[in-house]
Every structure is written in C-alpha cells, then in structure tokens.
Nanobody
Framework: QVQLVESGGGLVQAGGSLRLSCAAS????????MGWFRQAPGKERDFVAAIRWSGYNTYYADSVKGRFTISRDNAQNTVYLQMNSLKPEDTAVYYC???????????????WGQGTQVTVSS
C-alpha cells in the first residue's frame, strides 16, 4: 500500500514557474514508477509525466515537453514536477500516481494522491 500527498500548487501568472511535490509513504517507494496527471474541469485525466523507479528514464506529454521536468528522490520518498513557462491551458488539478508497472495512462496506476490545484492566469 502506498499513500501519496501532493503539495506546491497555487496561482501563478503565465510564464511563471511552480514546483509540485508528492510525498509517498511506504518502504518500497523506490520500486514504483511515479506519474503526474492533470484534470481540468469537464475533461479527462491526462498524462503529464512519468519516471521509472531508477530515475534514469523520464517520459512527457508533448504538451509539456521542454517546460516540465519530473524527478525523484528515493531517499526522501518524494517525486517532483518542476513546471516552467506555465500557460493558462496548464490550469488543472494535478495528481501524483504510483504503480509497480510503467504506464502513461491513468488506468495503469493503482495509487493516487488527492490532487493539488494549479491555476495559471493570463
């Protein structure tokens, strides 16, 4: 069982930056693939980024490539999402997710955080 708690969301102007954090419980964090997803009102939950257990392999949605960076600190049981050059269309609730298998779809993750709101004003 893994419990996830996101933090770091907020209101930022377009072009600004935010760093999201996701703290995980459990001694097996380092064996999990970690993902970030986002969901805007009335839309589906979309893949943003994922990182394999080792931290050496990262994957991004085309819409965030070059602007967002996912990283993890297995010693601190934490995964991060650094978001730069934010746009109004990045506005959404951002969710952290974990699973032993790798996936870029929401259905591929068993464990989810409660979400953190990110709002980008124009």
């Amino acid at each position: 069982q893994v419990q996830l708690v996101e933090s770091g969301g907020g209101l930022v102007q377009a072009g600004g930056s935010l760093r999201l954090s996701c703290a995980a419980s459990g001694r097996t964090f380092s064996t999990y693939t970690m993902g970030w997803f986002r969901q805007a009102p009335g839309k589906e939950r979309d893949f943003v980024a994922a990182i394999r257990w080792s931290g050496y392999n990262t994957y991004y949605a085309d819409s965030v490539k070059g602007r967002f960076t996912i990283s993890r600190d297995n010693a601190q049981n934490t995964v991060y999402l650094q978001m730069n050059s934010l746009k109004p269309e990045d506005t959404a609730v951002y969710y952290c997710a974990a699973d032993r298998r790798f996936s870029t779809t929401a259905g591929g993750y068993d464990y989810w955080g409660q979400g953190t709101q990110v709002t980008v004003s124009s």
